[in-house]
Nanobody, 118 residues
C-alpha cells in the first residue's frame, strides 16, 4: 500500500523553527520528485519547496532562505526544515511524490498542521 505520512507540525511562536518529516512506504522515492505544499484556510494549495531526483531544490519566494528541503533515499524520507517561522506560514503542509513515466505516479500525504502565533 502506497503511503506518505507527515509529522512534525505544531504550534510555535514567530521566529521559532519546526522540522517536518515525510515517511514513504509501498514504493521507493529514489526516482521521484518530492515536494512540500501548503494550504491555508480559504486559499489554494501552493508549492513551498521541491527537490528533484538528482537533488536539485527550488523554493517559493516567500520561504527562500528560511526553509530547506532534504531527502534521504535510503530511509525513504523527505524533510522540511523551517526556520524563522512567520504567522503567514500557518497552513496545512502536505508531502508529495511525483514521477512521470508512461503514466503519472502522484502521491500525497494527509498533511500536518503548522500554526505560527504569538
Amino acid at each position: 500500500q502506497v503511503q506518505l505520512v507527515e509529522s512534525g507540525g505544531g504550534l510555535v511562536q514567530p521566529g521559532e523553527s519546526l522540522r517536518l518529516t515525510c515517511v514513504a512506504s509501498g514504493f521507493r522515492i529514489t526516482a521521484y520528485t518530492v515536494s512540500w505544499y501548503r494550504q491555508a484556510p480559504g486559499q489554494e494549495r501552493e508549492l513551498v519547496a521541491q527537490m528533484s531526483d538528482v537533488g536539485r531544490a527550488k523554493y517559493a519566494n516567500s520561504v527562500q532562505g528560511r526553509f530547506i528541503i532534504s531527502r534521504d533515499n535510503n530511509k525513504n524520507t523527505v524533510a522540511l526544515q523551517m526556520d524563522n517561522l512567520k504567522p503567514e506560514d500557518t497552513a496545512n503542509y502536505y508531502c508529495n511524490a511525483r514521477l512521470r513515466l508512461l503514466v503519472l505516479y502522484d502521491y500525497w500525504g494527509q498533511g500536518t498542521q503548522v500554526a505560527v502565533s504569538s
